[in-house]
Each structure stands twice: as C-alpha cells, then as structure tokens.
Nanobody
Framework: QVQLQESGPGLVKPSQTLSLTCTVS??????????WSWIRQPPGKGLEWMGA???????YYSPSLKSRASISKNTSKNQFTLQLSSVTPEDTAVYYC???????????????WGQGTQVTVSS
C-alpha cells in the first residue's frame, strides 16, 4: 500500500520561499498514469489544488499560483517537491501531497494522500 509523507519547515517568513517534500513509500514515483500533486487548505477554507508533476515529468499548475509555484520529482529518492516563492500570510495552510489519476483533484477520497503538514507564514 502506497504511503505519502510531507516534510518541511512549519514556519516560513513572508517573502521567503516555502519548500516541501513528499516522500513516497510502498510504491514507485515512476509508476505510469499518476499525477503527483500538491493541495492545500487555508484555515476556514476549502481544499485548493496547487499543481502536479506527471510520471512523464510534465508539470501542471493552478493559474493562480503558476508564477510562484514549482513542482519537481526526484526518482532516485522516490520524492517530489513543492517550492512556493514570495509567500505571504495568505499562504498559511495545511499542505497535502497526493497520488491521483486526474488533475485538479481535491476530494480526499480519491487516490492516496499524505496526512498533511501545517505551514504558517509569519514574521
């Protein structure tokens, strides 16, 4: 059974770059027909799809985040990462990584999800 685990700093200062890593176990990040995705949930709001990297290496982003987000994968470590630049307090959220079959998934009953990690943007 595949498991995903997010890791990274829980506190980031405004204007800095947020970096998170998702480590995959019980399955390979090279398996075809999956999108390795990042989703977040700000406090009091719904889930927001941020972007994904396909097994092929192609990347896809939410239009609202495309200028600040970068997703990549490291097949040797079986990990994929999210970098979000120029963060503001509005980027405070629980960040999830997920393995899903489609782009834009925000339903936690679809695919396999990590438990989530809280990131707070504050000086």
């Amino acid at each position: 059974q595949v498991q995903l685990q997010e890791s990274g700093p829980g506190l980031v200062k405004p204007s800095q770059t947020l970096s998170l890593t998702c480590t995959v176990s019980g399955g390979s990040i090279t398996t075809n027909y999956y999108y390795w995705s990042w989703i977040r949930q700000p406090p009091g709001k719904g889930l927001e799809w941020m972007g994904a990297v396909a097994t092929s290496g192609d990347t896809y982003y939410s239009p609202s985040l495309k200028s600040r987000a970068s997703i990549s994968k490291n097949t040797s470590k079986n990990q994929f990462t999210l970098q979000l630049s120029s963060v503001t307090p509005e980027d405070t959220a629980v960040y999830y990584c997920a393995r899903v079959h489609n782009l834009g998934v925000t339903d936690r009953s679809e695919g396999d999800w990590g438990q989530g990690t809280q990131v707070t943007v504050s000086s």
